[in-house]
């Protein structure tokens, strides 16, 4: 008998997930399938069926779905209303199953576990054995392969933290179909600048979006600290200053996380990756803005959506570096003299 | 005498200038791009090498600008910078205690916030080019002034008309009603540098402290009407420099005098490149689904850079 096909677009939550619900399918006994990673091609293919009014990352999933949704028996769309105790996600992450389901036709049938962290019942643990009934696995079976799932998951989450690379990571991942010890990167390599990268996930490690943003970074020999390296007890501990909790649970994280490497002076600059219509951007980016103000600490936001041109995007990268580089090293020196 | 070149080829201009060992702005040129960065470049260079004192070494070149690279590979620059660093640098040697400078060019607009002489924020206009230098062109032609009496007629005016500013589509469409009514020209024109003005604080200067000194550069900043439309909203004093339309060029040839100073040879091919013919072509590569554009550039049948390609395959080919 052949192994039942399981599709996960290269898109939005894949960034944040992947290897959890890799493992989960896999243990099951299942193929998983994964789109190709992110070009303007499929992107275009996606415009075809999304919504006019949506974000980009938003339209990239559909030209994802469409990339596999004739190699698979089932599509694997969760539906994350929540993934902390207090806040929730956007409206469209809430709606996503629905919006691919009925602006695309002959799609093969979409699990989409409904996932909300604040309530027992719908914990992923608890969503995702509802899967595991659906498809006809017995209670056992779902629940060895939810924790063996769950270990790839800490391991996964631990060793962004520890600062390797989360896109090496997922790749490292795709590749051996589980974490091994192998170091993928140096951990704490010594740039001549650190560079803090913040922005929801599927902005900032999407092959298209980013305009290879780590690479350059890179190659300007910055060391780069992401949202992922901080962990979730300092995000709360800056957060807790703020006159009420932050709304959305992935606008939290970014913002905890800027507030972090601003006042420890982590690093010597700040990039927030921002995209057009995103209504938790609007709300999260001129907060981290007023901070960066308040800190003295070079900032930029850049924004991507359809139009964005490689040319404007290098030009600012290059001359925030520039701005970056030339501060750190000024007060260096009147460090040095004083 | 030794000397720095700087060369900034914008979507509209292309600039060129020559300092000495001092700092001193030997000579410049500026000329329109044409759409032809290759061409205007060898122009400029052609006519600034007949201003330059017998001589003269060029000991350093450096290229700024949206061609910086394809105008770097052309006459061999020492350095490539974007053109924010190109300008703060030029600015600042004129004027150290700027603080802001606001930059009005042909297709883009930027603001530079210096604070003790070092770029501390900026901000770049995206998508939008409303309120640059080609709009500015665009109605001037429409209305049958020459782009230089644009500025003169702002001034005139006794009470401008109300434009709006967000957007040039719905701002020419406010003119063309302005005008229908029976407004004066000048009236309008200089309604239309308040719109801009506008448009410009409220997008690009948006949540950016302009302090004092403030100074207006950019092929824009040769528009009286623009300048006194932003004293007149910030009402503050803003300074126009003598290089305002070539500062890019000026920072770009103070960069290469930077680059150059520990020693070293220069990479500059020479004048001759005038006579060289210099080709791009532009192709798209296939083999895999990114579909990169490739910019293939020759000089005569030798191909002597590719860029463009994500993965970095066509760029170390040679």
Request: aromatic share 10%.
């Amino acid at each position: 008998m052949m192994s039942m096909r399981v599709g996960i677009p290269r898109a939005l939550l894949y960034y944040r997930y992947f290897p959890l619900w890799n493992t989960f399918f896999r243990e099951l006994g299942a193929q998983v399938v994964v789109s190709r990673p992110s070009t303007r091609k499929v992107l275009e293919e996606g415009f075809k069926f999304a919504d006019d009014d949506v974000c980009i990352p938003i339209k990239m999933i559909f030209g994802h779905v469409l990339n596999i949704e004739d190699k698979v028996d089932y599509l694997f769309i969760p539906r994350l209303l929540s993934d902390n105790k207090t806040g929730y996600c956007c409206p469209m992450m809430a709606g996503l199953p629905e919006m691919i389901k009925y602006s695309m036709p002959h799609l093969p049938p979409i699990l989409d576990p409904f996932v909300d962290e604040r309530y027992r019942g719908t914990r992923l643990s608890g969503a995702l054995s509802k899967v595991g009934r659906k498809l006809k696995y017995n209670f056992l079976q779902t629940r060895r392969a939810y924790s063996k799932a769950r270990e790839q998951f800490d391991q996964f989450q631990r060793r962004m933290r520890d600062g390797v690379s989360v896109l090496d990571l997922i790749n490292a991942f795709e590749t051996n179909g589980c974490f091994t010890d192998e170091p993928l990167t140096e951990k704490e390599e010594d740039g001549s600048m650190k560079i803090g990268v913040i922005g929801h996930p599927y902005n900032l490690y999407d092959t298209l979006f980013n305009f290879d943003l780590f690479k350059r970074l890179k190659e300007a020999n910055a060391s780069i600290y992401t949202p992922e390296r901080i962990h979730g007890h300092t995000i709360d501990h800056h957060l807790r200053r703020l006159k009420k909790d932050i709304y959305w649970t992935l606008g939290r994280e970014i913002l905890g996380a800027a507030f972090h490497l601003l006042e420890s002076r982590v690093v010597d600059g700040l990039i927030y990756v921002t995209c057009f219509s995103c209504g938790i951007d609007s709300m999260i980016e001129p907060l981290v803005g007023f901070r960066a103000k308040r800190e003295a600490s070079p900032y930029m936001a850049l924004m991507i959506d359809e139009h964005t041109g490689i040319g404007g995007f290098v030009t600012r990268l290059e001359a925030f570096l520039d701005t970056a580089r030339r501060r750190k090293f000024n007060s260096d020196d009147e460090r040095r003299t004083s | 005498m030794k000397g720095y070149l700087g060369i900034d080829v914008g979507s509209v201009s292309t600039n060129l200038a020559v300092i000495d060992e001092e700092g001193t702005v030997l000579c410049h040129r500026y000329l329109l791009t044409h759409g032809q960065p290759i061409r205007a470049v060898q122009e400029a260079l052609r006519e600034i090498s007949t201003y330059l004192p017998k001589g003269m070494e060029i000991r350093g070149v450096g290229t700024t600008g949206s061609a910086r690279q394809l105008a770097g590979v052309m006459v061999g620059a020492d350095v490539v910078k974007n053109e924010i660093t190109a300008h703060a640098i030029g600015t600042t040697h004129f004027f150290p205690h700027a603080r802001t400078i606001l930059e009005i060019g042909g297709q883009d607009s930027k603001i530079i916030i210096i604070r003790d002489g070092l770029v501390v924020d900026f901000a770049m206009n995206t998508v939008c080019a409303a309120g640059t230098g080609s709009f500015l062109d665009q109605q001037a032609l429409r209305l049958g002034i020459p782009i230089d009496q644009f500025g003169r007629y702002a001034l005139r005016s006794k009470s401008s008309a109300r434009i709006a500013g967000r957007c040039t589509v719905f701002a020419e469409s406010d003119m063309v009603h302005k005008q229908q009514i029976g407004c004066n020209l000048e009236d309008i024109i200089a309604g239309l540098c308040e719109a801009l003005v506008r448009n410009y604080l409220n997008n690009v200067a948006k949540g950016k402290e302009i302090l004092e000194s403030i100074i207006f550069q950019g092929g824009v900043a040769a528009n009286e009407g623009i300048q006194s439309a932003f004293e007149g909203e910030l009402g503050k004093k803003i300074y126009i420099p003598k290089f305002f339309n070539v500062m890019g060029a000026i920072g770009a040839a103070f960069l290469a005098q930077e680059q150059m100073d520990g020693g070293g040879k220069t990479h500059f091919k020479g004048f001759e490149v005038i006579n060289l013919h210099c080709k791009t072509r532009s192709l798209e590569c296939k083999e895999c689904e990114n579909e990169c554009e490739i910019v293939e550039f020759s000089i005569g049948e030798e191909v002597t850079a590719y860029w463009g390609d994500r993965c970095g395959k066509w760029e170390n080919k040679l």
